[in-house]
C-alpha cells in the first residue's frame, strides 16, 4: 500500500492519479469525493475506486494507491 506522498503524487489532478492507478493496476481508496462520480469515472474504465466517508476526520486526507487489483 502507498500514498499519494510516498509516490510523490500528492497535488496531482485527479486524472493523474486515476491513469497511475490504471498503469499499476490499483485499487484508489479515497475520501476525495470527486471520485464517487460515476459520470466522470465510469465502472470499467479502473481497477476500483473506494471512497471513504468517514463521520469525523481526524487528519488531512490522504489517498492511498493499493496493491494489484487482482
Excluded at 460515476?38 to 474504465?45: A, D, W
Excluded at 476500483?48 to 469525523?56: E, H, N, T
Aim: aromatic share 6%; charged share 25%; proline share 6%.
Amino acid at each position: 500500500m502507498e500514498t499519494v506522498y510516498t509516490e510523490s503524487l500528492a497535488g496531482s489532478r485527479d486524472s493523474i492519479l486515476l491513469d497511475v492507478c490504471r498503469l499499476e493496476k490499483r485499487i484508489l481508496i479515497t475520501l476525495d469525493l470527486d471520485f464517487a462520480n460515476m459520470m466522470n469515472f465510469p465502472p470499467g474504465t479502473h481497477v476500483g475506486i473506494v471512497v471513504l466517508r468517514l463521520s469525523k476526520r481526524g487528519r488531512q486526507p490522504q489517498p492511498l494507491l493499493c496493491g494489484d487489483g487482482f
